[in-house]
């Protein structure tokens, strides 16, 4: 992740503690020195909606073997034991697992923070009030547009309603909520309604996601925006986040998944405030860019770990199998060991990259699906040639 509200306007939040941290330099194994990474958990596969850019391809006839409760119960003393920090649970939809409160305690009870990824559509009043009591510390609410553009893309009419009710009710209870929104063609000149929506509705937090190319998204490779575009849209978030800021509205906003906007951030403060840019690139050199394998894995609903949620088609171990902490710390996967020590692997525009330092080759999974490498250059890398200093 990338705090826009941090490198442009100093605010901190709490999430920075984990991205730039001076422990984390040098780190292969987790966030910061004596933790582990953060885990994001699919507890479960199954959704009451379709997305067009899901990365599990979740949906409500999927029936796969779950983790039993014991399982799952065992897997949070394994994180905790580990010194996982967070768990992000995730899907599917965490919210249909029937056991999903008795792990988020359970979690809370062995000192790891539950954050819940969800698309909203179910909460109701109670279950605002539920999640509130549960001490879960943060839910993002997934909204891909707005209106029927959302619905479309979400496979379910009334959804954008239906989630839109749920960030309501979870304000209601003080709980805090934001935004996921997740870019593409179809949606990316919505996002000064998207930054309206944020002050009219008073949510606190918003994340701006790239398309990744996988799952059902890996049909959207040519439904991503252009480098053009990609670079418009950056100026928007870029230029809504100081007037949020200069208003005296500190909400927080962040970019997901293409670590090339640290450097354009820094390059575009460069231009209008030489202090704050170095301010700004001191941070991102703390953080080192991407980071999967590192300081973020995933676990599927079935046990199965991954380097992140988008690269399910490499599997490193299953907790049933071997602890995560062996999986993790003790690599076999020779995907898991490149990750670890990516720079040498990387091919390409990453290879001859003045910011590698910064950006660490940016996500391996858009490399696969364009070039069928993984070590490849990630092709939403939208900084031209002088900007990375290639000769």
């Avoid at 979870?170 to 000149?189: A, M, P, S, W």
Wanted: glycine share 8%; with cysteine; charged share 25%.
């Amino acid at each position: 992740m990338i705090s826009i509200s941090r490198l442009v306007c100093g605010n901190e939040f709490f999430g920075d503690s984990l991205r730039y941290n001076k422990t984390s330099q040098g780190q292969k194994h987790g966030t910061s020195s004596g933790f582990g990474p953060v885990v994001v958990w699919n507890v479960t596969r199954t959704c009451n909606l379709r997305c067009r850019h899901c990365y599990s391809d979740s949906a409500s006839d999927v029936v796969e073997k779950e983790l039993s409760t014991k399982e799952a119960l065992s897997l949070i003393d394994n994180l905790a034991a580990f010194n996982v920090p967070v768990i992000l649970f995730s899907g599917g939809e965490p919210l249909l697992r029937p056991d999903f409160f008795e792990l988020v305690d359970y979690a809370g009870k062995k000192g790891i923070r539950a954050t819940i990824s969800t698309n909203g559509t179910l909460i109701t009043p109670d279950l605002a009030r539920d999640i509130k009591k549960a001490g879960v510390s943060y839910v993002g609410i997934s909204l891909d547009g707005i209106g029927e553009n959302n619905d479309r893309f979400r496979g379910k009419k009334g959804a954008f309603e239906a989630a839109l009710k749920g960030i309501q009710y979870c304000r209601g209870e003080d709980q805090k909520v934001g935004l996921r929104f997740t870019i593409n063609k179809h949606n990316y000149l919505e996002l000064p309604e998207i930054f309206k929506l944020l002050e009219e509705e008073d949510i606190p937090r918003v994340c701006f996601y790239h398309l990744v190319y996988s799952g059902r998204g890996s049909k959207m490779i040519e439904e991503d925006i252009s480098h053009e575009e990609t670079r418009s849209a950056l100026d928007l978030i870029i230029d809504r986040t100081q007037d949020f800021h200069r208003r005296g509205l500190d909400k927080e906003v962040l970019t997901v998944d293409n670590h090339a906007d640290g450097v354009y951030v820094y390059l575009k403060l460069l231009q209008q405030d030489p202090a704050r840019a170095e301010e700004a690139l001191s941070l991102l050199r703390l953080n080192g860019g991407n980071r999967s394998g590192i300081a973020i894995g995933q676990i599927d609903w079935q046990g199965n770990v991954h380097p992140d949620q988008f690269t399910q088609n490499h599997h490193l171990g299953n907790i049933t199998q071997s602890s995560f902490a062996e999986i993790w710390g003790s690599p076999t996967s020779e995907i898991l060991k490149g990750l670890k020590e990516r720079k040498p692997l990387l091919t390409g525009r990453c290879k001859q990259c003045r910011w590698l330092d910064v950006c660490n080759g940016n996500f391996r999974p858009r490399a696969e699906a364009v070039h069928g490498d993984f070590w490849a250059a990630d092709p939403a890398c939208y900084l031209t040639d002088q900007e990375i200093d290639l000769a």
